[in-house]
């Protein structure tokens, strides 16, 4: 890689900083297992952003459950195709929300009446694959749900049969809706693997990954570390390990990670997975229905919590054919490019629709070979 090229991405960084559309910023990028670039700009609450910055990573931490879900598939403790009520029965018989659409329509005072609904029985049963894919019907926004908030104390084993309670906002496999459904896959981790979901993901991921700096419950030691995204109350004390968010990363960390999928599953001389399960996670799993559901977009995918760039040209997102990653509402975002061994983390506190894509531009263009 050209070095001088490369510095284009800090450049990037500097321009947004410059802007005011993001504070800081560290940027890690790994090319043939070698860190090539990996830089902290900006400034919080008066002193430079330290390398080892540690982030709210909201929604950048469904990779981290896709992989141990994948661990589960390959060990043969659970299936893509297995209906979740085998594992957690309170699922056998769920609903489904049916709107009525004519019901939905502004009252006399310019107020949006609540649209009228019946529950039906659901066409199938709702699988592992539906789960991982956000196309369960899990969204969040189904109506008549019994306690839509958790309360102090809950964890995945209290928390997950209310969920199960439904009813889904549409049938099993029917369309793409972002919600808690991950949340259920960490239960269903928990029960055949007869681990914690947090102790699982210590033990088989983070200590082979050497990833020291990850967690949901930050220490205090660190605290002073972690910067503050003011919409989140991740690294506090929690009872509810979330396969969806909720972690606290550094660049360095969640570079190791993305490099373990550039391998093909191993770093350090641990093998996490096959070079088969990494493949089928990073597989387009539901056809059209992300793009109908407007969170894609033309030349990309959806695997197991990841997202895939399958045209380039079309997608825009800067990456090669077959790159795969996710991002979290705070604006960090991270992927794998398996076509130019890349992994690329990008810590932000500020989401910004575009500093991903200019950066992966930067990234490309400083590739000689």
């Known amino acids: 890689m050209s070095a001088e090229r490369l510095n ?61 879900a994948m661990m589960m598939i390959e060990e043969g403790l659970f299936a893509p195709s297995d209906p979740v009520e085998k594992y957690i029965p309170e699922f056998k018989g769920i609903k489904v929300a049916v709107f009525d659409e004519k019901a939905d329509k502004k009252t ?3 107020l949006k009446e609540a649209p009228e609904y019946r529950l039906v029985d659901a066409h199938r049963p709702v699988t592992i694959h539906d789960l991982l894919t ?7 926004r189904a109506p008549g749900r019994t306690q839509e908030i958790q309360h102090e104390g809950d964890t995945l084993a209290t928390w997950i049969p209310i969920i199960a309670e439904g009813p ?16 259920v896959v960490a239960r269903v981790i928990e029960i055949v693997s007869g681990m914690p979901f947090n102790e699982f993901v210590q033990k088989r991921i983070f200590d082979p990954l050497d990833i020291k700096d990850t967690y949901w419950i930050v220490p205090k030691d660190k605290l002073h570390r972690m910067l503050i995204f003011v919409e989140g109350k991740a690294g506090t004390p929690t009872t509810y390990f979330s396969g969806s968010y909720g972690l606290v990363s550094t660049a360095r960390d969640y570079l190791h990670f993305e490099q373990m999928l550039v391998n093909k599953g191993e770093l350090f001389g641990n093998r996490l997975l096959n070079p088969a399960s ?45 790159a795969f990653g996710w991002g979290g509402a705070a604006g960090t975002v991270s992927w794998t490019d398996p076509e130019e061994e890349l992994a690329v983390a990008i810590m932000v506190q500020q989401p ?15 590739i000689d070979d």
């Open 168 to 183: 889904l906002s549409f049938q099993p496999g029917t369309r793409w809706g972002y919600g808690s459904g991950l949340d």
């Open 352 to 366: 910004t629709k575009d500093l991903g894509v200019k950066i992966a531009e930067a990234i490309a263009s400083a």
């Open 8 to 68: 284009g991405v800090r450049d990037v960084v500097q321009e947004f900083i410059d802007d005011g559309r993001i504070h800081y910023a560290v940027v890690g990028v790994a090319r043939r297992g070698k860190v090539v670039y990996f830089e902290a700009q900006g400034v919080s609450n008066g002193e430079p952003v330290r390398e080892d910055a540690m982030f709210h990573m909201a929604s950048s931490t469904k990779p981290i459950l896709g992989v141990a």
């Open 278 to 322: 990494v493949e089928m996670m990073s597989t387009d799993q539901v056809g059209d229905l992300y793009d109908k559901a407007g969170k894609g977009g033309a030349g990309v995918a959806f695997g197991y919590t990841v997202e895939i760039t399958v045209d380039p040209e079309l997608a825009k997102t800067g990456r090669s054919a077959g």
């Open 134 to 140: 956000h196309t369960s019907g899990i969204s969040g």
């Open 108 to 110: 006399k005072k310019g």
